[in-house]
């Protein structure tokens, strides 16, 4: 018989309504539950793309007698950390506080109050490694709760306590200046790994947000060594295995330092941040590398990540059905020799181990291969290569695919609209900003109430019950105003001001300008949880300072610049010491301190030669953080359109920063030197 989760909209929690483990969902009535019975909750948080998950699932939560024992002795509660991360994000911290790491499946023991007492990840069905069995934690914890009661409420009270008392520091609440931005960049060439790209060893991520202040830092300073550890490190991930060679897009991370073997699921935020990274590559450098990267990654998440209702999905698993009905990690995008020879017949098999790196020993496991483009010395012929591509992709379509996390998730959407925007701006693709368009339509539709508070996920056209975080706020804003400025539609940019408005009424503090994951009037958890680093994607805080100064730039709002100023702060204590963790922040410290611009473009309509002209002049700047403004004369779309007309009848740009107009220009040159002096 189905649990409780048999409700709910999230496919990682739909995953497990089948279990024999009576599972509820994060609510009130299951810790009602647990003071009513007088026992523990069992706190499980994954996600549904996350391969450890699938298996302690399979090896214990699909177990008849641990199910048994677990109902008999526990209240089960299942959390999708995509759907909850502020949950996630407090229980994570008790787990890395009490044992120095974490990741998931998440396992944490907690009291009807909410408190933890007992913390861990994976654990298997048998001891192993010195690990416990799931079974022996759960009579450990049982036979604890029943005979040490005053022990575990006295630990987890002391958790609760120690946790409050983890303040941040703010630094002194204002922007990093040249001196804080130049120690960030020192820092990062320290960690930089000159021989393969990338920050630090083995796991390796790929560094979006990071590379964003790179290209952001060279085009206000002209640092070349920040545009070479840029170039250097998109050049390595594309060429690698984590990078899908015949698809498109990239996977969550490398498992070794030279970005070959990856962990192969393939995230929305990833790739929606390294679109755009690779696209303002390109902008910076005319890199054709840089350009395809950009457009298949587009083409990747138009193509597999979209649902039906226009809006993206989260994530493709890593695993998938080898062919024998064995779900395993990869399977989906490996190759044998044997089956290239398959596919292409001996000759082209031939050309293909050579392109492709292929090789008999194999370097991924069994032989098999992850496709990746070592540094080629002959020259290949580029309709054959063409053409092995198209026959190992459609040859790779008749796999068994890889499961999709079909939920769409505000703040990566809101990620997505901005890349896509962007990218079909650059390349002249109408069809990716079409999409972002839609994209941008489904979060108004159905992510927006009436107050424009936004709900954070949706699946299959209707909305979640869980609030939005500071990270779906920020996100979504920064999404609207790309989309302003590619489209010349007033109305993203109206929507955009919607969402900061509820940023600084309810998710920052007043005083000190540091900002929280959760809204004031949010459910409350043992901690509010605030998070200023950048990890997988840009945290909220991160995120909504880079909105906010997008936004006052748009409209002159003082209160909107000055809480970016203080948002900022934080970059000015973190950024020094721990760059590659605070990126995005750095980012939008970057556009700070070069104003940002403000550029606004008049002229008949869009489609006049000379306003398309200007217009694409001043969306392919690298000034950082550059806001455009496009329309009408007349237009009431933007602020920046106001009392600015045309030229000698000719469209022309208006340039602004810190306060100073240059005089209008016609011409496309004179444009493209004042957004780069």
């Known amino acids: 018989m189905p649990n409780r989760l048999a409700h709910e909209t999230s496919p990682y929690l739909l995953q497990h309504a089948d279990n024999p483990v009576d599972w509820w969902p994060w609510s009130a009535e299951a810790f009602e539950e647990a003071r009513k019975r007088n026992v523990p909750v069992l706190l499980s948080v994954g996600y549904s793309s996350c391969h450890w998950c699938h298996v302690m699932a399979h090896e214990s939560f699909e177990d008849q007698q641990t199910a048994e024992y677990l109902n008999a002795h526990f209240v089960s509660v299942k959390v999708d950390r995509e759907e909850r991360p502020d949950v996630d994000a407090v229980y994570m911290e008790a787990v890395q506080a009490a044992t120095g790491q974490g ?38 914890v ?77 085009a206000r300073t002209g640092a070349e060594g920040a545009l070479q550890m840029a170039q250097d490190t998109c050049e390595r991930m594309a060429r690698g295995g984590i990078y899908d060679q015949l698809g498109g897009g990239f996977a969550r991370y490398s498992v070794d330092r030279d970005w070959i073997v990856p962990h192969f699921e393939k995230m929305l935020y990833d790739n929606a941040l390294l679109c755009r990274v690779y696209a303002h590559l390109w902008r910076a450098t005319g890199s054709e590398l840089a350009r395809r990267v950009a457009l298949e990654t587009a083409d990747f998440m138009v193509r597999e990540l979209r649902t039906a209702e226009g809006g993206f999905a989260s994530a493709l698993d890593a695993d998938s059905d080898d062919g024998t009905g064995r779900h395993v990690e990869g399977a989906y995008y490996v190759w044998t020799p044997e089956q290239l020879r ?52 459609a040859a790779r379509a008749g796999r068994p695919a890889p499961g999709r996390d079909d939920k769409v998730v505000a703040a990566w959407n809101g990620l997505a609209i ?78 955009a001001g919607f969402l900061l408005d509820h940023v600084l009424a309810r998710f920052t503090d007043e005083e000190s300008g540091a900002m929280f994951d959760t ?64 990126g995005w922040g750095l980012a939008a410290a970057e556009a700070a301190l070069d104003g940002p611009r403000e550029v606004a473009i008049v002229g008949p309509s869009l489609d006049h030669e000379g306003t398309r002209a200007l217009h694409r002049t001043a969306l392919l700047s690298t000034a950082p953080g550059a806001v455009v403004a496009v329309g009408a004369p007349e237009s009431e779309e933007f602020p920046l359109l106001a009392d600015r007309p045309l030229v000698g009848g000719e469209p022309a740009a208006y340039v602004c920063r810190n306060f100073t107009c240059d005089a209008p220009t016609t011409e496309v040159e004179r444009l493209r030197a004042a957004l780069i002096n």
């Open 142 to 218: 049982h036979q604890a709760w029943e005979d040490r009661r005053d022990e575990v409420t006295e630990v987890a009270g002391k958790i609760v306590r120690d946790l409050a008392g983890r303040e941040i520091s703010y630094g002194d609440a204002q922007t990093p200046g040249e001196q804080e931005l130049a120690q960030a960049l020192l820092a990062l060439t320290r960690e930089y790994d000159p021989q393969r790209g990338g920050f630090g060893g083995a796991p390796k991520f790929p560094p979006s947000m990071v590379l964003e202040f790179l290209l952001r830092h060279h």
């Open 342 to 393: 398959e596919v292409l017949g001996e000759q082209d098999a031939e050309l293909a181990v050579r392109y492709f790196g292929v090789t008999e020993e194999g370097t991924f496991e069994h032989g098999q291969s992850v496709l990746q483009l070592p540094q080629q010395d002959g020259l290949f012929d580029a309709d054959k290569i063409a053409s092995v591509r198209e026959r190992l992709l």
């Open 103 to 140: 990741g998931w499946p998440m396992t944490v023991f907690l009291t009807p109050d909410a408190e933890p007492f007992y913390f861990g990840t994976y654990f298997p069905p048998a001891p192993r490694q010195g690990m416990p069995s799931f079974r022996q934690v759960l009579q450990g």
């Open 418 to 495: 901005a890349a896509l925007a962007e990218t079909g701006a650059y390349f002249d693709r109408p069809d990716l900003v079409e999409a972002a368009l839609a994209a941008a339509d489904l979060l108004v539709r159905l992510h927006l109430d009436e107050q424009a508070r936004l709900t954070r996920t949706s699946k299959d056209g209707h909305a979640g019950a869980n609030a939005g975080v500071l990270e779906d706020y920020g996100d979504v804003a920064e999404g609207f105003l790309a989309l302003a400025s590619v489209t010349g539609e007033g109305v993203w940019l109206e929507f």
């Open 519 to 582: 809204a004031a009037d949010a459910e409350r958890l043992i901690r509010r949880p605030q998070d200023p680093t950048d990890n997988a994607a840009p945290s909220g805080w991160s995120a909504a300072a880079g909105a906010l100064l997008s936004y006052a730039a748009h409209t002159g709002s003082e209160p909107h610049r000055t809480a970016a100023e203080k948002a900022l702060g934080v970059v000015k204590a973190l950024g020094p010491r721990v760059p590659r963790f605070i």
